[in-house]
């Protein structure tokens, strides 16, 4: 159930996707341009925090840890490891969204190049810090908690 905040939020997301587009439009931007920054935004909202400025990872692994000591880590695993799938999917957007605009020109396609980029450079590392979470849970939980507070975790590194 949403809140009113998070109906709020995504008002005004909606808001500035309009805006947005608009803006790019009047700019020149060219319907291919137009038609991948749509498809961007809808993948930066597929992200786990839908942000460009966060990457989610320790509300991830925080989230994980309080989840495995309410139930068993076996029965946490399965969760985890459809999350993965759907991460690897989303990457794989990311990776043929950046590919489909690499010859783009014109108006605003250079930002949107940087964004493409910026956005599966996340996916990417979404993917690591995932597959970190279950290696590193499978050894036990005691293991995660030191990486997590030694900043040993691959998202700790960027």
């Known amino acids: 159930m949403h809140t009113s905040s998070q109906k709020i939020a995504t008002i005004i997301g909606h808001e500035r996707m309009k805006s947005q587009w608009r803006?790019?439009?009047?700019?020149?931007?060219?319907?291919?341009?137009?038609?991948?920054?749509?498809?961007?935004?809808?993948?930066?909202?597929?992200?786990y925090t839908g942000s460009c400025t966060n990457t989610g990872c320790q509300e991830c692994v925080i989230a994980v840890l309080?989840?495995?000591?309410?139930?068993?880590?076996?029965?946490?695993?399965?969760?985890?490891?459809?999350e993965l799938v759907e991460v690897q999917a989303l990457a794989k957007d990311a990776e043929a969204l950046m590919c489909s605009?690499?010859?783009?020109?014109?108006?605003?396609?250079?930002?949107?190049?940087?964004?493409?980029?910026?956005?599966?450079?996340?996916?990417?590392?979404?993917?690591?810090?995932?597959e970190e979470i279950i290696c590193l849970m499978d050894q036990g939980q005691e293991v995660l908690d030191d990486a997590l507070y030694q900043d040993k975790l691959v998202w700790q590194s960027e």
Not at 23 to 47: P, R, V
Not at 66 to 82: A, G, N, T
Not at 111 to 128: F, G, M, P
């Open 66 to 82: 309080q989840e495995v000591d309410s139930i068993e880590w076996d029965r946490v695993r399965p969760h985890l490891e459809e």
């Open 101 to 130: 605009v690499t010859d783009l020109e014109g108006p605003c396609s250079g930002k949107l190049k940087i964004e493409c980029t910026r956005l599966l450079c996340r996916t990417q590392l979404w993917v690591a810090a995932e």
């Open 23 to 47: 803006w790019q439009k009047n700019q020149g931007a060219h319907e291919a341009t137009l038609i991948a920054y749509e498809t961007l935004d809808s993948l930066w909202a597929s992200t």
